[in-house]
Nanobody, 124 residues
Framework: QVQLVESGGGLVQAGGSLRLSCAAS????????MGWFRQAPGKEREFVAT????????YYADSVKGRFTASRDNAKNTVYLQMNSLKPEDTAVYYC?????????????????WGQGTQVTVSS
C-alpha cells in the first residue's frame, strides 16, 4: 500500500510558475512509476506527465511539453511537477499516482494508487 499526498497548488497569474510535490509513504517508493494527472470541472481526468522509478525517464502530454517538468527524489520519497508559463487552461485539480512498473504509463486505469489532489488556478 502506498499513500500519496500532493501539495503546492494555489492561485497564480498566467505566465507564472508553481511546483507541485507529491510525498509518498508506505511501500518502497523507489520501485514505483509515478504519474501526474489533472481534472478540470466538467472534464475527464487527463494525463499530464509520467516518470519511471529507474533512470527517471519522463514523458509529457503535448499540452504541457516544454512547460512542465517532472522529477523525483527517491531519498525523500517525493515526486515533483515544476510548472512554468502557466495558462488559464492549466486550471484543474492535479493528482499524483503510483504504479508498480518500470515503464512509462499514460492511462488513468494503469495506476493503482492516487493522492487526494491539489487545486491549481491560473488567472488571465
Amino acid at each position: 500500500q502506498v499513500q500519496l499526498v500532493e501539495s503546492g497548488g494555489g492561485l497564480v497569474q498566467a505566465g507564472g510558475s508553481l511546483r507541485l510535490s507529491c510525498a509518498a509513504s508506505g511501500r518502497t517508493f523507489s520501485s514505483y512509476a509515478m504519474g501526474w494527472f489533472r481534472q478540470a470541472p466538467g472534464k475527464e481526468r487527463e494525463f499530464v506527465a509520467t516518470i519511471t522509478w529507474n533512470y527517471g525517464r519522463t514523458y509529457y502530454a503535448d499540452s504541457v511539453k516544454g512547460r512542465f517538468t517532472a522529477s523525483r527524489d527517491n531519498a525523500k520519497n517525493t515526486v515533483y511537477l515544476q510548472m512554468n508559463s502557466l495558462k488559464p487552461e492549466d486550471t484543474a485539480v492535479y493528482y499524483c499516482a503510483a504504479q508498480t512498473g518500470s515503464r512509462l504509463y499514460y492511462g488513468v486505469s494503469e495506476y493503482d494508487y492516487w493522492g487526494q489532489g491539489t487545486q491549481v488556478t491560473v488567472s488571465s
